[in-house]
């Protein structure tokens, strides 16, 4: 859906005078030093997916806003491309003409600033409704798409309010809604809720969560805060003066840091809040098999007995033999049997403590109705340790 290739971005004039210190490694403050230009990005590449949210993260002047700011034009590229998915396929923004890059602007991408951006004079309907009248839709049209997207994000009563009388909260959401209205793909969101109290921050994080639920835009967002990144992110990418140093899932930033610096900023992550069920399995073809039984433990005597289905498998413990149950996010983990259970790839690290507590064994997990690994409590342990599982 968007790619970005190999971007530097300089700052200053003549920029391209940086580029043979770039390809030397100079460092951002070495060019500075010796040409009075700042290295807001030097080789940046970053593929985002369809439906995907990425996380641009990092701390301040790492780089993050300006490389997002380059996808829609408002940054201009000294080296590299930004490659957007159009209707021909695979495009460089750099290579269209100003009536191409506009038409993309109104149609293909949008961007949801962190102050808000609303036009105090106009109400909260005629905000939103400013980008589909600049497109020329037909006022009917621009009328229904303003009080649907209003309703999705719980606005509809302050339609005719000025953003003067709305709460910061409320102001982000309507810029979201205006944002949405324009009904495009790529979603760019700079910081949005940097400005507002934790509250209102995590409600608006859980509403982003809910609308992409039924939208399934693609979203770059950037943001400093790393809890953020890891409740919102199916990838993130942390950026250090300039440069990417780490672009990995939620899980992976946290259990496996590529250097110091990201090792550095997950210090202090409680990974049961993070990591998931598909992070900690070990893969079932990677247990060792005996008469037509996986091995979960030889210490323990613990086998598990596949089934045609899920459901139908069998842990032998001993010479007993138990049944598994079906476990589904939401569900109180007291209702659950002494037994093993089934889980998702996509439950919490937090619920698998929990569920392996409350039923005294391990848990399978299953992906769209296959049985992908294991979980026991090695995998567990050596999660919150920060270690790759070692056969026991």
């Known amino acids: 859906m968007i790619e970005f290739k190999d971007v530097d971005v300089v700052f200053g004039k003549n920029p391209e005078r940086a580029i043979p210190l770039l390809d030397k490694g100079m460092s951002r403050s070495d060019i500075l030093d010796k040409t009075g230009l700042t290295a807001g990005v030097r080789n940046a590449s970053l593929s985002v997916a369809k439906g995907e949210i ?33 209707d021909q396929g695979m495009q460089s923004f750099l290579a269209l003409s100003e009536a191409e890059k506009r038409k993309v602007r109104m149609e293909r991408i949008t961007m949801v600033f962190q102050k808000f951006a609303l036009m105090p004079w106009l109400t909260v309907a005629q905000n939103v ?65 940097s400005a507002l109290d934790p509250l209102i921050r995590n409600q608006l994080q859980d509403e982003l969560l809910r609308l992409q639920q039924q939208l399934q835009k693609t979203v770059v967002f950037v943001s400093h805060d790393l809890d953020e990144a890891l409740k919102l992110g199916n990838h993130i990418a942390i950026m250090k003066d300039g440069e990417i140093v780490q672009h990995d899932t939620p899980e992976n930033i946290v259990l496996n840091p590529a250097d110091d610096y990201v090792r550095n900023f997950v210090a202090h992550t409680n990974p049961v809040e993070v990591v998931k069920a598909n992070a900690l399995l070990r893969p079932l073809g990677e247990l060792p098999m ?15 007995k596949p089934g045609e289905t899920p459901l139908s498998c069998r842990v032998r413990y001993g010479s007993q033999e138990h049944a598994f149950q079906q476990w589904s996010p939401g569900q109180t983990v007291e209702t659950l049997l002494k037994q093993p259970s089934l889980v998702n790839t996509n439950t919490l690290m937090k619920d698998v403590m929990e569920i392996r507590y409350h039923t005294g064994h391990g848990m399978l997990v299953v992906d769209q109705d296959s049985v992908v690994g294991y979980i026991g409590d090695k995998d567990i342990y050596h999660a919150m340790l920060g270690k790759l599982f070692e056969e026991d």
């Open 54 to 86: 990425c996380v641009l993260m990092g701390l301040s002047g790492s780089g993050k806003s300006s490389l997002l700011r380059t996808a829609n034009g408002l940054n201009p590229i000294t080296r590299g491309e930004v490659l957007l998915e159009t």
């Open 129 to 193: 409704a400013f980008g589909l009248e600049q497109k020329g839709l037909e006022k009917k049209h621009i009328r229904d798409r303003v009080m649907h997207q209003l309703d999705l994000v719980g606005l509809t009563q302050w339609a005719k309010m000025r953003p003067s009388e709305l709460s910061g909260g409320m102001q982000q959401r309507v810029g979201l809604a205006r944002a949405l209205a324009m009904e495009t793909d790529i979603i760019l969101m700079d910081e949005p809720f």
């Open 290 to 304: 005996v008469n037509d039984e996986y091995c979960l433990s030889r210490r323990h005597d613990y086998w598990l």
